[in-house]
């Protein structure tokens, strides 16, 4: 299957630009993205771009349609976001040191606390910036609240009833430090368990500026803190909402850029000839498709369906353009491309080297799990431009030996001869190639592995990975897991798009 996609047929060789409408997609959803997750580096971009496919005539927009669009996409990316990723959080904001937002931020916040410092300073201390900084305190605090809070709500409206400070203050009676202990212990008692240490250190400072400072510095954390907790409250009822939302998003997009499927028809075109192709040399897989009577083989539409994601899985990032329907997930995408090149590797290395070994140490659990560990360490960084496969399998090559001649000589057996440590170093150096025999069958069996736990992923139990991918096979359940998870939430979203395009492609098969 490897190979099929590998040399599926790419139309590289387009210099006309695409249309605004679908970049102003992709920009759109770039942006959140970028505020979203941390992004995949690639590469610098090309400098050709993809002719599109002519299904439909390009429609001029105006700003003002391209600006309410962009928003749409952004809300409907992040509703995605917090669908998809588990680990999803907010992340407080943290501006660059040396940026420019950042110095004026620190100009702008130095001015106010002088400013209420020489206030509090004066005799009699004027208080009116203080009971305005008090009512803020106040507001944030009710809104930590739920609706079953009554007690705390009535403490926090009584104790901090600005009417009533303001009256205090002009009588000289307002004790400033008194109301900070309550908002101190308030805090305290509405706080994730997490900010309790930050909480109990505002009881150590005396002087009321710093101390005010402090409680807001302390009050935009839990702020956070509340709002990650609204999302994970919320996450398991959002599914349904959000494939809804998702949806009528897309499609109101579509409506104003009828052009907007062209590369996911395109996407599944190609899909479906190579599976096409494939049947007709009788080397399609088990699960992708269905027999069919008549003139010719007929393909089933889950199936093109299944190997057009796959085939993103071997995408031409910077030549070619991601299908629409894909693109919020063209950064998740990128990942599992990388993480599966990264296993590939792995398990090549592994499977010449328990090949190589004696039987005895190949079937130690202990040992090919710290061969493993040992190998993916010096692999971790393989996703990066400045990486060079050569020189990690080289270093790669020098620790297996060490280690296979280690274990041998604990085992009792020979260790490995000069002649073997070269042969093992030389077909280790090997698999740097794509064009590995090794790498080509693991990465082959990879996508097979994948293709089949797509295609059985609701039934238990999950399959098991095919020969030689044993050592790995944890590491790609758990990009399995998250794949099929991916996919079929794609599936529930955008399938009465795919089934239309589907059903026109395989009229014509």
């Known amino acids: 299957m490897s190979e099929n996609l590998d040399k599926s047929n790419i139309n590289e060789a387009g210099k006309s630009k695409s249309s605004d409408s679908e ?10 993205d970028e505020a979203l997750q941390k992004n995949i580096k690639s590469g610098s971009p090309s400098t050709q771009r ?11 927009v105006t700003v003002e349609e391209l600006l309410e669009t962009a928003k749409g996409v952004t809300n409907m990316a992040l509703a995605h976001e917090i669908v998809i990723n588990g680990d999803f959080q907010i992340k407080p904001v943290e501006l660059p040191e040396d940026s420019l937002e950042k110095r004026v931020k620190d100009i702008v916040h130095k001015a106010f606390w002088d400013c ?9 201390p004027t208080y009116d910036r203080a009971i305005k900084l008090v009512g803020e305190i106040k507001e944030t605090l009710l809104s930590f609240l739920l609706p079953g809070h009554t007690r705390l709500r009535i403490q926090i409206t009584e104790v901090l009833d600005l009417d009533l400070i303001k009256q205090e203050a002009e009588n000289g009676a307002l004790d400033i430090s008194k109301l900070a ?5 308030m805090m305290g008692t509405l ?6 240490e930050e909480v109990k ?8 500026v710093p101390l005010f400072r ?33 949806r009528k998003q897309f499609q109101e997009f579509l409506e104003k850029q009828p052009n907007s499927l062209d590369f996911v028809t395109q996407w599944l075109q190609e899909a479906a000839d190579d599976l096409m192709s494939q049947k007709y040399k009788n080397a399609l897989p088990a699960a992708g498709g269905a027999a069919g009577s008549g003139d010719g083989p007929r393909l089933d539409p889950v ?6 994601y796959l085939k993103l899985l071997k995408w031409d990032h910077l030549h070619r353009p991601f299908p629409e329907t894909v693109l919020m997930d063209h950064s998740r995408f990128q990942e599992f491309q990388l993480q599966l090149e990264q296993l590939t590797v792995l398990g090549a290395v592994l499977l010449v080297t328990f090949s190589m070994a004696a039987p005895g140490i190949a079937s130690r659990a202990d040992f090919a799990e710290k061969l493993k560990m040992i190998v993916k360490i010096l692999l971790t960084d393989m996703h990066l431009p400045s990486f060079h496969l050569e020189d990690a399998l080289t270093a790669v090559g020098e620790k297996v030996c060490l280690e296979v001649s280690s274990c041998l000589s604990l085992c009792g057996l020979s260790p490995l001869t000069t002649d073997q440590e070269a042969v093992l170093k030389g077909q280790i150096q090997a698999v740097a190639s794509p064009d590995n025999p090794i790498r080509r069958i693991v990465d082959s069996r990879i996508l097979t592995f994948l293709d089949t736990y797509l295609a059985s992923s609701h039934q238990k139990p999950s399959p098991i990975a095919p020969g030689g991918l044993g050592p790995i096979q944890k590491e790609l359940e758990e990009v399995a897991v998250k794949f099929v998870r991916l996919v079929n939430y794609n599936k529930m979203v955008f399938s009465p798009y795919y089934d239309v395009i589907l059903s026109k492609i395989l009229a014509r098969s």
């Open 191 to 196: 706080c994730a368990p997490v900010r309790d």
């Open 23 to 32: 970049q102003g997609l992709e920009d759109a959803v770039e942006g959140c």
């Open 303 to 308: 199936a093109v369906q299944n190997y057009a």
């Open 201 to 208: 250190k505002l009881k150590d400072i005396k002087e009321i």
């Open 214 to 246: 402090a409680i807001f510095s302390v009050l935009d954390l839990m702020k956070v803190d509340m709002a990650n907790f609204a999302v994970s409250s919320i996450r398991p009822h959002l599914m349904q909402q959000s494939v809804e939302y998702e």
């Open 116 to 124: 209420l410092s020489v206030q509090l300073s004066e005799v009699p």
């Open 50 to 60: 993809v002719q599109r496919p002519h299904s439909s005539p390009p429609r001029f």
């Open 181 to 185: 202990e309550f908002i101190i212990g």
